[in-house]
């Protein structure tokens, strides 16, 4: 397992029981977030549309340098650090859409169904096991 689903695990995991141990009981709701990212018009679109952009970027990049072969080893490594901090830009930009995206309809159901919490739920390893809602299709729902 990486190590961003291990943290995401052991968020979950620690919102769950902070908020069970609490006052009451907490009304979780979680999402598969693969499901979404394959199944959500709106962030399949914008998935889409940065996978273009960053291949548009990288073919750019390898024209460039065909274009420029007589370049000093200083100049090629300084294109190639200024090609990965565009390719990198691209891929935070486009994440960033996507994950705001997805916090503003996650928002609108957690206050629609009363819920706490929202977690995301990994297939192998899952933080909601009993007790709590199954919003996926909701969110897909959302994000059409």
Do not use: H, W
Not at 34 to 49: F, G, H, M, T, Y
Not at 51 to 63: G, P
């Amino acid at each position: 397992m990486n190590l961003k689903k291990k943290a995401l695990l052991a968020a979950g995991i620690l919102m769950a029981s902070a908020l069970l141990g609490g006052c009451g009981q907490a009304k979780i709701g979680y999402i598969d977030a693969e499901r979404v990212l394959k199944e959500a018009p709106q962030i399949k679109a914008l998935d889409e549309e940065g996978s273009q952009k960053y291949k548009e970027a990288v073919e750019e990049a390898e024209k460039k340098l065909q274009e420029s072969q007589d370049m000093t080893q200083e100049d090629a490594q300084k294109a190639q650090m200024d090609v990965q901090r565009k390719l990198q830009g691209i891929n935070q930009s486009y994440a960033l859409q996507m994950r705001q995206k997805l916090d503003v309809a996650l928002g609108d159901i957690a206050r629609d169904e009363k819920l706490d919490a929202v977690v995301q739920n990994v297939p192998d390893q899952p933080v909601a096991v009993s007790g709590c809602i199954d919003i996926t299709d909701k969110a897909i729902e959302k994000l059409q």
